[in-house]
């Protein structure tokens, strides 16, 4: 390694760095890394060895990107012409083996996006434009197709699959080997099961980790029934909520994502859990 006082970047001699690239105070750069023109690195991050930053990537601070992960290639899109596209990733981020992050594409506003907090683990695949929000984990082999938006302190487990233009809403809680081809409500619990993908009800635990009160809770289970426990359309669910929970945030939340559903919710529901 090289490098000056604790606050300047400390490469390895192997590493490859643009002349193009910003490196901010304490970056680490191990051996073989790869970091190309337009990339900027927050300061702090990790850079492990053989990872490879293609370009036009902003990475924030306190981040630590593992061994072969790859970053801000171009997006998977046969459209793609090589544009001028980007990846923005937040602060405190874990990024382990293998991920990829692709950039965004013209038609779908140029950016893919990451906020802070978040851990995605090996094998995980953030597809171009997608939107991800805070605290997310993306479990190992988690798939994101294109244009798919999550919200904060969403869980999709291992080897999860998104549809393209999917969103799914905060809080959720996606089961393992979940095919996902429409949008989940937050504050969800979604599984595939041999039979079909269903969801089963609030994710009560999750929300409590996240400190959630027992009030909101509650409030969300009744939200719930109204929307898979009542003879009601959607259209008329949502009324029905605005009158029994006016002027509370989980009502809002619910009801603003129902909204601007495009794909539709899912609205197969397990009785039997």
Excluded: W
């Excluded at 300061?43 to 060895?49: E, F, L, N, Q, S």
């Excluded at 999550?150 to 089961?175: E, K, M, P, T």
Aim: proline residues 4%; charged residues 20%.
């Amino acid at each position: 390694m090289h490098g000056g006082p604790v606050n300047t970047p400390l490469i390895h001699p192997t590493a490859v760095i643009s002349p193009k690239a910003e490196l901010g105070k304490g970056v680490q750069v191990d051996a073989y890394s790869v970091i190309g023109p337009g990339v900027r690195v927050g300061a702090r991050t990790v850079i492990k060895h053989h990872a490879t930053i293609d370009r036009n990537t902003d990475i924030g601070e306190d981040c630590i990107v593992f061994p072969f992960s790859s970053l801000g290639t171009d997006p998977q899109d046969i459209t793609f012409k090589g544009e001028e596209t980007f990846v923005h990733i937040g602060d405190r981020n874990i990024i382990r083996e293998f991920t990829t992050i692709n950039r965004g594409t013209p038609k779908g506003g140029g950016h893919t996006r990451l906020g802070d907090d978040n851990y995605l683990m090996a094998y995980a695949h953030v597809a171009h434009d997608c939107q991800l929000g805070s605290h997310v984990i993306l479990s190992n082999g988690a798939t994101l197709a294109g244009h798919v938006e999550i919200g904060d302190f969403v869980v999709l487990s291992a080897f999860c699959a998104v549809h393209q233009f999917v969103r799914i809403g905060r809080n959720a809680y996606i089961g393992g080997y979940s095919i996902v081809c429409q949008d989940i409500l937050p504050f969800a619990k979604v599984a595939q099961s041999r039979e079909s993908f269903s969801l089963y009800g609030p994710n009560a635990i999750g929300m409590m980790r996240n400190g959630l009160s027992r009030d909101f809770i509650e409030n969300v289970k009744d939200i719930y029934r109204i929307i898979y426990h009542s003879d009601l359309n959607t259209t008329q669910a949502v009324h029905k909520i605005g009158e029994q929970h006016a002027g509370s945030e989980e009502a809002r939340v619910i009801t603003d994502f129902i909204s601007k559903t495009k794909r539709g919710i899912l609205k197969n529901f397990r009785s039997d859990e």
